[in-house]
């Protein structure tokens, strides 16, 4: 059974930083597209990034330059650093595994879904 359980969220000022972590369990790790997506309240659900089984990743524009998404094979984690966060990014962070297009914009694609993990950002 697959299982992504993601930790690292909390509370930051605008222009602060945080890194979240997915640890995956129940399937073969380093062979799943996995990216992070984000769910403020009364808005749908969008992606952040997503890196594919050959370390390519892909960002949201909104992003670009201010997060890194990356990945230790060896430890199962997949991360997200977050720096110079903003407070409209103020949202439950999930981590997804599993599509057949690596991209932030194949959100329904993805198969395996965390539970998800707050981010608060004050302005």
């Known amino acids: 059974q697959v299982q992504l359980v993601e930790s690292g969220g909390g509370s930051v000022q605008a222009g602060g930083s945080l890194r979240l972590s997915c640890v995956a369990s129940?399937?073969?790790?380093?062979?799943?597209?996995m990216g992070w997506f984000r769910q403020a309240p009364g808005k749908e659900r969008e992606g952040v990034a997503t890196?594919?089984?050959?370390?390519?990743?892909n960002y949201a524009n909104s992003v670009w330059g201010r997060f890194t998404i990356s990945k230790d094979n060896a430890k199962n984690t997949l991360y997200l650093q977050m720096n110079s966060l903003r407070p409209e990014e103020t949202a439950m962070y999930y981590c997804?595994?599993?599509?057949?297009?690596?991209?932030?914009?194949?959100?329904?694609?993805?198969?395996?879904w965390g539970q998800g993990t707050q981010v608060t950002v004050s302005a």
């Open positions: 129940g399937y073969t790790y380093s062979s799943y597209c």
């Open positions: 890196i594919d089984s050959d370390g390519t990743t």
């Open positions: 997804a595994a599993d599509s057949p297009g690596c991209l932030p914009s194949r959100r329904t694609d993805f198969r395996y």
